[in-house]
């Protein structure tokens, strides 16, 4: 319905960007070796993927060249 706006002081705004926690963070857990194999099989498996696409992708974005077009520029040249 109706928002509380609830006054703020000033200084506490000024300070907010300056504000640092001393408090630590705990350490980050190191990653096991089968983490760290299933991670780069799934990247070897991303870019075997891609190249594999671009491999397969790329004789038909090639523009055709058919036995008939190479005729017809044969002989509009011997004209």
């Known amino acids: 319905m109706f928002r509380r706006r609830e006054s703020v002081p000033?200084?506490?705004v000024?300070?907010?960007?300056?504000?640092?926690?001393n408090v630590t963070p705990p350490p980050r857990e190191r990653a096991s070796v089968s983490q760290l194999a299933g991670?780069?099989?799934?990247?070897l498996t991303i870019v075997a993927g891609l190249?594999?696409?671009?491999?397969?992708?790329l004789p038909a974005?090639?523009?055709a060249q058919s036995p008939?077009?190479?005729?017809?520029t044969e002989a509009s040249d011997g004209r």
Do not use: K, M, N, T
């Open 10 to 12: 000033f200084s506490f």
């Open 39 to 43: 991670r780069s099989l799934v990247g």
């Open 61 to 63: 974005l090639s523009p």
């Open 14 to 21: 000024a300070e907010a960007d300056r504000f640092r926690s």
């Open 68 to 72: 008939s077009h190479a005729e017809q």
């Open 51 to 57: 190249v594999g696409s671009l491999i397969l992708g």
